[in-house]
């Protein structure tokens, strides 16, 4: 290797340094978001919730801002073998981080129809028992993406394990909305004042398991990178079987 061409890798590495610490600022704000959204509908602050909506806007110049610098990368670079399956793996990441902060925003856009004067048409707020479900399961999937982007660390600092943990729980993610569901289904007919918040709530629960979602696809993602292999669509024994199959190759 020539003098040269180490400078070249140098400069590599620096640009996929800067490109991780962006992903690392994204997953950061969207976890912010979700977690303000959720605190202004517990504080049924609608002001604060039109801030976190309006906040959205730094996810989105991150979200280009990230895009732009994979598009020089690869083109001034020309990655190849693993340093572009990480690139493209890194491409979905800043995707998927941009829908969370999406979802999150429709979070402090519930507190705004239930609080807002003037927004809910002179509906009663919805009773504090219907809400819990909400709270538990922003806190389950914020949890989650806190984990994968722990999980994502730095340049050739990937935790698998954390990731694959990441995963497991994304899978578990419909299991718990159709209990959530079942349980809205019963307050509803406990209380028919719940009935005109029924539908702001399950889409409210709807867009968390949605964030959820994303979390588990950036787990699949940081698999893609470490191994090159395809989790989308698969089951955890499925994952773990080819895992076990690429470690004895």
């Known amino acids: 290797m020539t003098h040269g061409d180490g400078h070249i890798f140098r400069r590599f590495d620096s640009e996929m340094a800067h490109l991780h610490a962006l992903v690392v600022r994204m997953a950061r704000l969207a976890?912010?978001?979700?977690?303000?959204?959720?605190?202004?509908?517990?504080?049924?602050?609608?002001?604060?919730?039109?801030?976190?909506?309006?906040?959205?806007?730094?996810?989105?110049?991150?979200?280009?801002?990230?895009?732009?610098?994979?598009?020089?990368?690869?083109?001034?670079?020309?990655?190849?073998?693993?340093?572009?399956?990480?690139?493209?793996?890194?491409?979905?990441?800043?995707?998927?981080?941009?829908?969370?902060?999406?979802?999150?925003?429709?979070?402090?856009?519930?507190?705004?129809r239930f609080y807002a004067a003037g927004a809910n048409h002179g509906k009663t707020p919805p009773a504090a028992d219907i809400l819990r479900d909400i709270y538990a399961l922003a806190e389950y999937v914020e949890g989650m993406l806190s984990a994968v982007i722990a999980a994502f660390g730095g340049?050739?600092?990937?935790?698998?394990?954390?990731?694959?943990?990441?995963?497991?729980?994304?899978?578990?993610?419909?299991?718990?909305?159709?209990?959530?569901?079942r349980r809205l289904t019963t307050f509803v007919i406990e209380d028919s004042r719940n009935v005109g918040h029924f539908v702001d709530i399950v889409l409210g629960i709807r867009a968390l398991e949605r964030f959820g979602g994303h979390a588990k696809n950036i787990a699949g993602h940081l698999v893609f990178i470490k191994h090159g292999i395809d989790v989308r669509h698969q089951g955890m024994e499925s994952i773990l079987q080819q895992l076990k199959k690429k470690n004895t190759e």
């Open 31 to 112: 976890v912010s978001q979700l977690r303000d959204a959720v605190a202004t509908l517990e504080q049924q602050d609608a002001d604060k919730a039109r801030r976190v909506i309006e906040n959205d806007r730094k996810l989105n110049d991150l979200d280009v801002e990230a895009d732009d610098e994979i598009v020089r990368i690869i083109a001034l670079r020309q990655p190849m073998a693993g340093d572009l399956r990480e690139i493209i793996a890194v491409s979905k990441i800043v995707a998927e981080l941009e829908r969370a902060g999406d979802e999150a925003r429709k979070i402090a856009g519930l507190t705004i």
């Open 155 to 181: 340049p050739g600092d990937l935790d698998l394990d954390e990731a694959l943990e990441v995963l497991g729980k994304g899978l578990k993610l419909d299991d718990q909305l159709q209990s959530i569901l």
